[in-house]
């Protein structure tokens, strides 16, 4: 017993791994966090009941193991999504994270390669070399838009065996048209993962890339209730492909990986589909608000079809974080120069943030 206590790089590490960091996104009890894209609006409470209620079932019989296929649950995001889907299509797990490693394990892994357009979601690279496989990244236009022909002539030179492309996008906001996903995919005898983390936030009338599904039993569409249904401590992402693709996460997926209890809050949760997304609008409407507000300070707000918005015109990211952090405000530096992203809460959460960055402006 006793002595130092041993470096990373005294433990035998794989070396794929050695040199990387852990996502890292700052924790801190400050009164106004809009750092990670949560749904920072309490569950409402006649929600809460019935979650509770489940939940308190589910416990007398938590001796037991869950039911391995979570059948219940899968009938109920079949049920939610639409769009003809039927259980066998429906796959689920301990948040979007977890659904996005299985497909990896399963179609990744070591000697194959994984691609996104980068600036994308900061958890594609790290699940894909944790997984053992290679990570590349293609490229966007100077407005973070993906082009149909640049992005499928991307694919077709990198030949990857996985695609990610996130719709709408992470860190950017940015919308992303089914021609791109079409062309993508026509690009490729790989798996094309499109992340609909946010999608709930885009406007009603743009079409899901669950309408691309139909034979291409290589399209996986993932989407999670951690944002619209403002479920993020509960852990919870599913996604829609076909059967047997869902087959093949089986073979990867760890025995009984989702808890009783997870799939009983779950399943509660999405009985109140119609009321958990009202907040959807009372979210758009602030970040709208926000967007106008920040192109009217001098900044420029680029286009979001999700929960938060990026902007750029700041001349130094780090000390404005730091202001914003100083007035109790968290806001999230995501290395785009000249730029920080901010999450869209409640309306006394967007006034603070306002309010807070005009006042650093004035002193400026």
């Not at 002539?153 to 992470?170: G, K, S, T």
């Not at 919870?236 to 009983?264: E, K, M, N």
Request: aromatic share 8%; charged share 20%.
């Amino acid at each position: 017993m006793g002595g130092m206590s041993p470096s990373l790089d005294d433990l035998p590490l794989r070396d794929d791994l050695r040199g990387l960091t852990p996502y890292g996104a700052p924790q801190a009890p400050l009164p106004v966090a809009l750092n990670v894209n949560e749904n920072t609006h309490p569950v409402p409470e006649e929600v809460a009941d019935d979650i509770l209620d489940a939940v308190a079932r589910a416990l007398r019989d938590v001796n037991r193991y869950p039911d391995r296929e979570f059948t219940h649950l899968r009938e109920s995001f079949a049920e939610y999504l639409g769009h003809g889907l039927t259980p066998d299509r429906i796959w689920a797990a301990n948040g979007s994270n977890e659904v996005l490693q299985h497909l990896l394990q399963a179609f990744g892994g070591p000697g194959r390669t994984a691609m996104g357009f980068g600036p994308t979601y900061s958890m594609y690279p790290l699940l894909t070399r944790a997984t053992g496989a290679q990570y590349v990244t293609g490229t966007r236009g100077p407005d973070f838009t993906l082009d149909p022909a640049s992005a499928a002539a991307q694919v077709a030179e990198l030949r990857p065996d996985v695609v990610f492309l996130c719709a709408p996008n992470n860190p950017t906001g940015t919308p992303l048209g089914l021609d791109v996903i079409e062309a993508v995919y026509g690009a490729t005898d790989g798996i094309v993962i499109v992340d609909e983390a946010y999608q709930e936030f885009a406007p009603r009338e743009s079409s899901s890339a669950l309408t691309l599904l139909g034979e291409r039993n290589r399209l996986v569409v993932s989407r999670t209730m951690s944002k619209a249904f403002a479920f993020a401590g509960a852990r919870v992402g599913y996604l829609a492909a076909d059967p047997t693709l869902i087959d093949a996460l089986r073979l990867v997926r760890l025995p009984y990986h989702l808890s009783a209890l997870t799939q009983a809050a779950a399943t509660a949760a999405l009985s109140h589909s119609t009321t958990m997304l009202r907040m959807v609008d009372e979210i758009v409407a602030q970040r709208d608000r926000m967007s106008a507000t920040l192109d009217a300070l001098g900044y420029h707000a680029y286009e979001s079809w999700t929960n938060f918005v990026l902007f750029d015109g700041v001349d130094d990211p780090r000390a404005t974080w730091q202001a914003l952090y100083d007035r109790g405000i968290l806001v999230r530096d995501v290395g785009i120069p000249h730029s920080l992203r901010v999450s869209a809460g409640t309306e006394d959460e967007t006034t603070a943030f306002l309010e807070a960055l005009a006042s650093i402006d004035s002193e400026a």
